[in-house]
């Protein structure tokens, strides 16, 4: 089993919809949650930082971590062509660390006007 | 502020043969990261230096990775001789210190044919 599972998709939905990409972990040990988003030819930018569990917003974009459960999520409200992009969950071994990321595969994400 | 910069930003060359990759963090960053980018997969690290000594370098083949940091600033990432599964983008990011968040470079995108 992978320490981090994520559907790769691809994910398409038309402008205006809700988006909701997902994570599955193994380890427990995992303290801090990401997401990248990461557009063509471009290196991973972070999007979301998460610590423990718990909601956070940040205007169109809500990240959830369910520790219980090893499951967090990203939520994309009112979702633009310019959301169209690859979003990579992440998190980290260490406790008050983000050195030595574990990615997820990534979902690509087609937001189509 | 500038971004990280990477050189090459493609290379082509034919197993066996060997390869170096050329980064230059963000300034003043102490942090530097290599990931290998499998295509359909998410990052995975390499190596972590945090000023010129290496912190991480558990995942690095060193049978033919090899890395270095000199004087604590730019960084180079060498395979001799390269393998036709090194085909990847590879990707460098820095960060204020090992606790903080990693921006990324653009990447280059190796093809070993």
């Known amino acids: 089993q992978k320490e981090v599972e994520q559907d790769p998709g691809p994910l398409s939905v038309p402008e205006g919809a809700i988006v909701s990409l997902n994570c599955t972990y193994s380890?427990?040990?995992?303290?801090?949650f990401m997401w990248y988003r990461q557009y063509s030819r471009k290196g991973p930018e972070l999007l979301m930082y998460?610590?423990?569990?718990g909601n956070k917003e940040d205007g169109r974009f809500t990240a959830q971590v369910d520790k219980s459960s090893k499951y967090i999520s990203l939520f994309i409200r009112d979702s633009q062509p310019s959301d169209s992009a690859t979003y990579l969950c992440a998190m980290s071994h260490y406790g008050g660390s983000q050195g030595n990321l574990i990615f997820g595969k990534g979902t690509k994400l087609s937001v189509k006007p | 502020e500038a971004g990280v910069a990477q050189s090459p930003r493609y290379k082509i060359i034919e197993k066996r043969q060997s390869v170096a990759f050329w980064c230059n963090p963000i300034s003043g960053h102490a942090t530097l990261y290599w990931y290998q980018q499998i295509l359909g997969q998410g990052p995975k690290l390499l190596i972590q230096?945090?000023?010129?000594?290496?912190?991480?370098d558990s995942q690095l083949p060193k049978d033919r990775f090899s890395a270095e940091r000199l004087k604590g600033v730019d960084s180079t990432l060498k395979i001799q001789p390269a393998k036709l599964e090194d085909s990847a983008v590879y990707l460098c990011a820095s960060s204020l210190s090992y606790t903080d968040t990693q921006y990324f470079g653009p990447g280059t995108r190796l093809t070993v044919l």
């Open positions: 998460t610590y423990s569990s």
């Open positions: 230096f945090q000023n010129n000594g290496v912190v991480d």
């Open positions: 380890n427990s040990a995992f303290q801090y």
